[in-house]
């Protein structure tokens, strides 16, 4: 008897009814005439282990997994990448026909993807990075930037010993300046990111002093509600390349896809248009 299982996979956070994840999952399941599903899910931290071994029974080939589950999949999964055990955290999980849940984390992949896409001249051995921020975000840039050969990062986060964590676990190569300080290095930097939340929608805007920024430098914002953030509008009247954040959230969503749906998708002017809608 051949197996007609139609594939299902989701996304798990609390809350989730903001998430994005579904629109694009649901595009991509549409353009390439995929008989399957993808599901919003919200699940509180204390049924999270339940929830995540009952799934493969009710035909799910896997999840992802957004805030606050992040960190915590990590002690449930059975086999988990290097560069998940590196960040700290995993955001896309697949279920194995044995029955073992495998983690990985693939905001780092993301970033660099959307970065490549809408700086394409950009040379990571160029110069020194800001990153502004040391939350879990920022441990996938890092990690993804010094893969890349970023020769120096400097680091500020308004908590001092954020930063000097990852610095710990980093190394050398990544230098921490303090939150005040953090205009005073702009000038130096040839790639500046914003992995706060700072700049969104409903929060306080990012006061860190771009009057310094060079023309040739790059500057993302992971930040994508608004698309064109302060920082951003700040680095383009500064005549710099910049990169808005949306990319990254569609271009972290293509690994998982491909290994649950078979097909690896194209991030597209479509997939934005679809996940904006």
Not at 112 to 141: C, F, I, Q, T, Y
């Amino acid at each position: 008897m051949t197996n007609t299982r139609i594939p299902l996979a989701g996304v798990i956070g609390h809350p989730i009814a903001h998430s994005k994840s579904p629109r694009l999952h649901g595009h991509w399941l549409k353009t390439y005439g995929i008989a399957g599903h993808y599901i919003p899910m919200d699940v509180a931290p204390q049924d999270l282990e339940t929830v995540l071994r009952t799934l493969p029974k009710a035909g799910f080939v896997g999840v992802n997994v957004t805030v606050p589950h992040k960190e915590a999949v990590m002690a449930i999964a059975d086999q988990i990448t290097d560069r998940a055990t590196l960040i700290g955290a995993a955001n896309t999980l697949i279920f194995r026909e044995d029955g073992k849940i495998h983690a990985d984390n693939t905001d780092g992949y993301g970033f660099m993807e959307n970065l490549h896409s809408g700086a394409p001249d950009w040379d990571p051995k160029s110069g020194p990075a800001l990153v502004l921020g040391a939350g879990g975000a920022a441990r996938a840039v890092i990690s993804a930037l010094l893969e890349a050969g970023v020769p120096e990062i400097f680091l500020s986060n308004r908590t001092r010993l954020r930063a000097e964590k990852l610095r710990d676990d980093f190394g050398k190569r990544v230098q921490v300046i303090d939150w005040v300080q953090a205009g005073n290095v702009v000038e130096d930097a040839d790639l500046v990111v914003n992995t706060t939340s700072l700049g969104m929608v409903g929060n306080s805007e990012l006061r860190v002093p771009m009057d310094g920024l060079k023309p040739s430098a790059v500057v993302t914002d992971l930040v994508y509600a608004p698309l064109k953030t302060k920082l951003l509008l700040t680095a383009e009247e500064a005549g710099c390349t910049t990169v808005d954040g949306l990319g990254m959230l569609l271009h972290q969503a293509v690994p998982g896809f491909e290994r649950w749906f078979g097909e690896r998708p194209t991030v597209d002017s479509a997939t934005r248009a679809a996940a904006l809608r």
